[in-house]
């Protein structure tokens, strides 16, 4: 600290009301503390510090009013004022409220020789809030340089694990100041060795002069239709296309180059693909392709055999349902499979005809979403062959509940009713019949049947050896 030069001559004999105006004129927070350390009157800068801490520091020692860990500093003012030392700028907090604290940086200095010291201080708020906010911003540019470093991580593990081949050129000068390694491939380079050379540089010379008009339109409109190029006198052939970007003030295009197939492997490629829809067209197995409502595309001719149809036409835009053995139910379950895991196998139903055939089949379906509008395939096979080799009409009793569900759609409710009797009351004779040794006397006790009228079921479900029975020829 630098003291005035001469005083007493500049400044004269101040009295105390002019000494406490320069006082709280020069100071944020001003204290006239006691040789024991109490604050005996209170100056601020504003009304509202005034009201936050005259109230509540008046009569208080001043190590009181200040947080624990700043009470030494305290200490140290008080001892270096008394000791007239140079005074020293020493922060100190002082809390306010819960989690809320005023940042004050003291200077003090004894005046008078009763002790008394005078300490004057700077309201830090404002700079601990600037320091805040420069905290911030700071945390604020380190979270975008890490997004754009992960950012620039993944477009060069893109730009080096991609496929088609990528050249970043100098928009001024025609440079390679980038290429990945699928470029350094389609050219015959490697890519440090196609950085810095300039484009287009191997190619013929039909196909550098395309190339030249290609990034002139770019440069001058944004966008050109790509371009058939060679590489070489009877080099590769590829599909060039380039867009602009500009970068830190700077333009440059971004090139791709897309090679084109051989006509060999299109061709065969070409003849395996019509292969392919020859199997599907003439498949024993009937084949259909529906959008995701359930309306037929494509049908293959099995199919139309199985549906009784003479052309595809008369399929195409129908519902699959409308040939399925359970309407309204099929399909419905189907589809909804389909849907939640990708594909369907072995699907149990029938499949009617439009003048009334009827035929068991298996359904396999599955989704395809790749390659524009996303759509269901099923696989149709009949499976009426599978069937036991005693095939017995639908109309036939069956030997177990098993066999009545599977009926479920193809029959009348009342009549599979009555089927279900049919097999009750058989399973329930059969079990007569072996509980007695099959003792038909015994068995119509049990039962609770007169033995005429066990002699009449055992007739109708073919129970039993009816040419010996002539038990049942008795009278009751």
């Not at 101040?14 to 000494?19: C, G, H």
């Not at 060069?156 to 081949?165: D, G, I, M, Y």
């Not at 180059?257 to 003439?282: F, G, I, P, Q, W």
């Not at 499979?337 to 055939?357: D, I, K, M, P, W």
């Amino acid at each position: 600290m630098k003291r005035f030069k001469s005083p007493k001559k500049t400044l004269g004999n101040l009295d105390a009301e002019t000494a406490a105006t320069l006082i709280a004129a020069t100071a944020d927070v001003a204290l006239v503390i006691d040789r024991k350390g109490v604050i005996r009157d209170v100056a601020t800068g504003t009304d509202e510090l005034a009201a936050e801490v005259e109230s509540q520091w008046l009569g208080r020692a001043w190590a009181e009013t200040v947080a624990d860990d700043s009470r030494a500093k305290i200490e140290s003012l008080l001892r270096e004022a008394s000791q007239k030392a140079p005074p020293r700028w020493r922060q100190v907090n002082h809390p306010l409220a819960p989690n809320n604290n005023l940042p004050v940086v003291y200077s003090a200095v004894q005046v008078g020789t009763d002790g008394r010291i005078v300490a004057v201080g700077r309201d830090l708020r404002v700079v601990a809030a600037l320091q805040q906010r420069l905290l911030d911003a700071e945390q604020s540019i380190e979270r975008d340089y890490s997004r754009l470093r992960h950012a620039e991580t993944k477009y060069r593990l893109l730009f080096q694990l991609s496929a088609e081949a990528v050249l970043v050129l100098e928009a001024a000068s025609f440079k390679i100041t980038e290429a990945n390694p699928a470029a350094a491939e389609l050219l015959g380079s490697s890519s440090r060795r196609l950085v810095g050379r300039s484009f287009p540089e191997g190619f013929d010379a039909p196909s550098t002069q395309a190339l030249q008009v290609m990034l002139a339109a770019v440069r001058t409109s944004g966008r050109a239709d790509g371009q058939h190029v060679r590489a070489g006198e009877g080099g590769r052939e590829f599909i060039a296309s380039a867009s602009l970007f500009r970068q830190d003030n700077h333009s440059f295009f971004l090139v791709r180059l897309a090679a084109l197939a051989t006509e060999t492997s299109a061709a065969r490629v070409s003849k395996a693909r019509s292969r392919l829809l020859d199997v599907v067209e003439t498949s024993p197995d009937g084949l259909v392709v529906t959008d995701t409502d359930g309306r037929v595309l494509v049908a293959n001719r099995s199919f139309l055999d199985f549906a009784q149809l003479a052309t595809e036409e008369q399929a195409r835009g129908e519902s699959l349902d409308r040939w399925l053995g359970r309407p309204g139910a099929d399909l419905s379950v189907l589809t909804a499979n389909v849907r939640q895991h990708g594909s369907v196998r072995l699907f149990a139903t029938s499949l009617r005809g439009e003048y009334g055939a009827n035929a068991d089949v298996e359904i396999s379906a599955v989704s395809v979403q790749e390659g524009g509008e996303p759509c269901y395939g099923f696989a149709i096979r009949n499976v009426e062959r599978r069937s036991s080799t005693e095939a017995r009409p639908i109309r036939e009793l069956p030997r177990s509940v098993e066999q009545l569900t599977e009926l479920v759609g193809r029959v009348a409710l009342k009549d599979l009713v009555r089927e279900t009797t049919d097999v009750i009351e058989r399973l329930c004779i059969e079990a007569a019949l072996e509980l007695t040794g099959d003792n038909r006397a015994s068995t119509a006790e049990i039962l609770g049947l007169s033995r005429q009228s066990l002699y009449v079921k055992l007739r109708r479900y073919g129970l039993g050896d009816l040419a010996s029975a002539s038990e049942f020829g008795e009278t009751s």
